[in-house]
């Protein structure tokens, strides 16, 4: 489920209440929040709802079984950027939908994997994780896309972007790294530099997604494993799974 956490006072809101939902964005003006969610019966939306919580959610997108999508970023044109899980042999791709549009059109989309994009503070470039060479490595593209690419990062996963702009932090292993970013004219990076080590206990990633964030104060805001279970150690059984599979495939009508 989505929650809104104020840090303020403390206070821990519920947001979603659709079924099992996922991957929240703030929308440009951080008055509404946008939302997957797996639906019960099959299938996923991406949902939209006022972070008051007092209006209920309008449906952005909704989509068939079996083609994952998550919300990354609304952009400043009023497309929204999200990553597909498109399934073999591309699994993943990073996508944009304009105003209007029902179906998405290809932002970062070849026969490698495409995750983690994060969306630079003006919306005018967008870095991400690829791993065409085997390893992973970070791009930028500009927004909307022009065709021009640049690598930044040989080696490195899960970019997120300064609140000036002007940095593209990553990871190398458990080392937050940073390098310097100009865009004035045209795009540049600098020589990166290690800012400090992950703690063992700090959840970064969930595999498509980022874990971390940085506030405008500069601070990290990180995910803190409070367990040492470990999901990849459990088995789940599923019972009368016959029964679902009916439910969502039913066998046609004897003639």
């Given amino acids: 489920d989505v929650w809104i956490h104020d840090p303020a006072s403390a206070a821990l809101t519920k947001l979603s209440f659709e079924g099992r939902s996922w991957t929240p964005i703030w929308s440009r003006d951080a008055r509404d929040v946008t939302y997957a969610t797996i639906l019960p019966e099959g299938g996923d939306q991406l949902l939209m709802r006022p972070a008051t919580g007092g209006e ?3 449906t952005v997108f909704a ?10 970023a609304w952009m400043p044109d009023g497309s929204l950027l999200a990553w597909e899980d498109a399934g073999t042999p591309t699994v993943g791709n990073i996508v944009y939908f304009p105003p209007g549009a029902r179906e998405p059109l290809p932002f970062a989309k070849t026969s490698a994997i ?50 000036d702009g002007r940095e593209l932090f990553f990871l190398q ?10 865009t004035a004219g045209t795009f540049s990076v600098g020589a990166q530099r290690k800012l400090f ?3 063992p206990a700090l959840l970064l990633s969930t595999d498509t997604t980022t874990n971390f964030d940085i506030a405008p104060d500069g601070r990290f805001l990180v995910v803190r494993q409070t367990s040492q279970e ?11 799974w016959f029964q679902t599979l009916r439910k969502l495939a039913p066998l046609p009508a004897a003639r």
């Fill in 197 to 199: 080590d992950m703690p």
């Fill in 63 to 72: 989509f068939e079984q079996g083609l994952a999508r998550q919300p990354v």
């Fill in 114 to 163: 495409e995750i983690q994009a994060t969306a630079s503070p003006d919306g005018r470039f967008v870095a991400y994780a690829h791993d065409a060479s085997g390893i992973s490595e970070i791009y930028v593209q500009p927004f909307p896309p022009t065709g021009a690419k640049w690598q930044v990062v040989t080696g490195g996963s899960m970019p997120l972007w300064s609140p």
């Fill in 173 to 182: 292993g458990r080392s937050l790294m940073t390098a310097p970013i100009s």
């Fill in 56 to 58: 209920e959610p309008k």
């Fill in 230 to 240: 470990n999901m990849a150690g459990h088995i789940v059984v599923a019972l009368d």
